[in-house]
């Protein structure tokens, strides 16, 4: 059993729901799992043997403070298995957007994961103030019917079972691969 630490940041919440749905699974696989915003902490405790961090796309933009977060824990995200959740509307119609998001983070951050999974997202219209939910309707809009404009309800595009088998992958690595000694 691995102690697996799961940061994300989030804004509507939805990357919150991601993180704890993947810890769900890796529970489910035997490892020990914490969630925490990276807004809440500095630092990796050091008695996690696996990272995941997991990040939402906002105007075309990683979260800085988890890219902030990132660059503070390179030494940690390096020397244990990690992985990067990056969730964005750019998976849903051009995954090679979504690849863009991820590019640019690395490139802020310095951290290039091991494994990165793109998550599709959700446009929480209900939750949107009165000018971002048109500012989003007009995005969704210029996806060409791929994103829905019904600003009356929330849209969660994230595939459920893609998550779940990445997290169930991660656990398989976890369980064979040997523990690496933390960075002093």
């Given at each position: 059993m691995t102690q697996v630490f799961i940061a994300y940041g989030t804004t509507e919440g939805h990357t919150a729901t991601i993180s704890e749905f993947v810890a769900d699974v890796l529970r489910g696989r035997g490892h020990g799992v914490t969630v925490a915003d990276v807004n809440e902490m500095d630092a990796v405790p050091d008695e996690y043997g696996a990272i995941i961090v997991g990040d939402s796309v906002h105007v075309g933009k990683h979260d800085k403070s988890v890219i902030d977060f990132a660059a503070r824990n390179l030494g940690a995200l390096g020397s244990h298995p990690s992985a990067f959740l990056s969730v964005s509307l750019g998976?849903?119609?051009?995954?090679?957007?979504?690849?863009?998001?991820?590019?640019?983070?690395?490139?802020?951050?310095?951290?290039?994961?091991?494994?990165?999974?793109?998550?599709?997202?959700?446009?929480?219209?209900?939750?949107?103030?009165?000018?971002?939910?048109?500012?989003?309707?007009?995005?969704?809009?210029?996806?060409?019917?791929?994103?829905?404009?019904?600003?009356?309800?929330?849209?969660?595009?994230?595939?459920?079972?893609?998550?779940?088998?990445?997290?169930?992958d991660f656990a398989d690595q976890l369980a064979s691969t040997p523990a690496r000694p933390n960075p002093a």
């Open positions: 998976v849903v119609g051009d995954e090679q957007e979504a690849r863009k998001y991820v590019r640019e983070f690395e490139a802020a951050s310095g951290w290039h994961p091991e494994h990165v999974s793109l998550v599709a997202g959700a446009l929480l219209y209900t939750q949107y103030s009165f000018v971002k939910r048109q500012l989003m309707r007009t995005i969704a809009a210029s996806k060409a019917g791929v994103l829905s404009t019904d600003t009356s309800v929330d849209h969660i595009y994230t595939d459920w079972d893609q998550l779940r088998r990445f997290a169930e």
